[in-house]
């Protein structure tokens, strides 16, 4: 990054809140922000909650939530991306120790992709992890390479490498060029369950059969039911740690 762009949380920066939510992240139309998070989590943890600004302009944010979690791989949120914010609330109300940032999203504004930011976002979100304390940094990435191949198994497209060894998948050779290690897979980490009416205005599918349907920036298919007229999307994420310490990161996958 240049010495233009400057980062802040939003315990720094409150009056960037509106901006911080306005900025134009290009996510599917079918994934709409998460009430939980956005009506509480942000505002709750604003201090693990960053804006990039290149001079006054705000170009890129990177969201997170702490939770506890006893470092063992198969007792991570079992629902993924819904689940962790749903266990960050729980466990922040109950006073547990708060031992872990997830990260939630690494975005850049749309008009200013193509800058290669995203490694630089990331990297200042695990640096302010290690810097605020915590003992695990960890991401249920959403390996979006994987749109070209919604029908594939998770299991098989997270073994996906180039000619040069390095990882298909560009969030996941991001995360592996920073240090970050697979531990686990999640196979239910984020679900979106709607009409067939709103599936056709998010997607322009005629969804006028019963099955599965594979839309625009879906990285698994839809499946429709017509008797009942409504769609379930069930996305899978990568557990991705990274480690804030000298200690060995842990490796592996699981389910």
Known sequence: MTHSIRTFTLAQRP????????????WPAFIEPNRLLVEWGIHAHAEHQLIVLDGDTPIARASSLPLHWDGNPQTLP?????????????????????????ALEAGIDARH?????????????????REAGFEHFIAPVRPSGKTEFPEMPIEDYVERRRDDGQRADNWLRIHERIGGRIIALSHTSMTIS????IWRTWTAEP?????LTIVGGGIAPVYANTDLDYAVYIEPNVWVRHRLTDAPAEEGQGS
Not at 15 to 26: C, R, S
Not at 79 to 87: F, K, L, S
Not at 113 to 129: K, W
């Open 207 to 211: 969804f006028t059969t019963t099955g």
């Open 194 to 197: 709607a009409p067939l009416d």
């Open 113 to 129: 992709t193509g800058r290669g930011l995203s490694q630089s976002v990331f990297t200042a979100l695990r640096d302010h992890a």
């Open 15 to 26: 009056d960037l809140l509106p901006a911080f939510l306005n900025l134009d992240i290009p």
């Open 78 to 102: 079992s629902r993924g991306w819904d689940g962790v914010i749903e266990q960050s609330a729980t466990d922040t109300y109950s006073e547990a120790t708060l031992n872990m940032l997830c």
